[in-house]
């Protein structure tokens, strides 16, 4: 029992779904402005993402994970697809095992894991969905993607170091668990 209270598995309280609610609309709202092209996007995101992974752990930010991803292709008229739902579920389970119940975050942990989610979740496995939606070699997309990636990890190290150890956003922390 105290292994799945420590993954996050545990009741929310009414503050905790209020607060994981309007995360979540935010999410969605964010990720509509996107800068790029349909192959190569860049967004906010990821901020978003990150609180939730570091204040509801692994078990609620995947699960949140899968529905944004499935409501914002709803709302963007694109067809589904679930690859990205599992790139989705894969860099928020990343995020929850880098940052949830660490009471500070160092440089170190937010580049390894800005890392790890850039080379293999943006570069190869969305690279690998895009190539097969596009029907397209999967070197085109990576080469198109490792260009975007360049510039926006510094950029997500960065900013995700300061929101994360912000003692304004970390006083939004609701009491979430019962």
């Known amino acids: 029992m105290n292994f799945l209270r420590k993954w996050g598995l ?7 779904m209020t607060y994981l609610a309007i995360l979540m609309a935010i999410e969605i709202v964010v990720g509509r402005f996107v800068i790029g092209s349909s192959s190569v996007q860049f967004s906010f995101t990821f ?10 752990g692994p078990f609620w930010s995947v699960g ?13 008229g694109q067809p589904y697809f679930p690859g990205f739902a599992l790139s ?21 942990r937010v580049i390894i894991t800005v890392a790890i989610i850039t080379i293999f979740i943006n570069l190869m496995l969305n690279s690998w969905w895009v190539s097969i939606i596009a029907h397209t070699p999967f070197s085109y997309f990576f080469g198109v ?3 975007k990636n360049l510039i926006s990890f510094p950029i997500q190290t960065i900013i ?15 009491n979430i668990f019962k």
């Open 10 to 16: 545990r009741p929310l309280s009414l503050k905790g």
């Open 47 to 56: 901020i978003v993402i990150a609180l939730i992974a570091k204040w509801y």
């Open 64 to 76: 949140v994970a899968v529905i944004v991803d499935f409501i914002s292709t709803l709302f963007s």
């Open 88 to 108: 989705a579920m894969l860099v928020s389970l990343i995020y929850s095992v880098a940052f949830f119940q660490q009471p500070k975050i160092g440089w170190i």
């Open 145 to 147: 993607r490792l260009g």
């Open 160 to 174: 995700l170091y300061w929101v994360l150890n912000n003692r304004t956003i970390q006083n939004l922390k609701p």
